[in-house]
């Protein structure tokens, strides 16, 4: 009979693990992850973009009543919440 020889799993499961390459293939969780949340800034970002320049547009277009200390700004076109910037409202 031959002698049984000892494998040691716990170092040899760490080193592999270690030294293993992950596949070109496949797609990770993280990278789902970082797409996902660089999609959501470009959106909200074109959001927020598109919405100061609807303020602007009624900024420029609309008429403009002077108060005490802020400009109420009218327009005939509908916008869903009145909005404060600087001493406007639109």
Known sequence: M???????YTTYAVSEAMSAVPEQGVINMRSILI???VLGIIFFSLRFIYGLRNIYRLWRTGEKVKNEGFTLVLSDK????PTYIDDGIF
């Open 2 to 8: 031959e002698p049984v020889q000892v494998i040691h």
């Open 35 to 37: 797409s996902l949340y």
């Open 78 to 81: 509908y916008h869903e919440v």
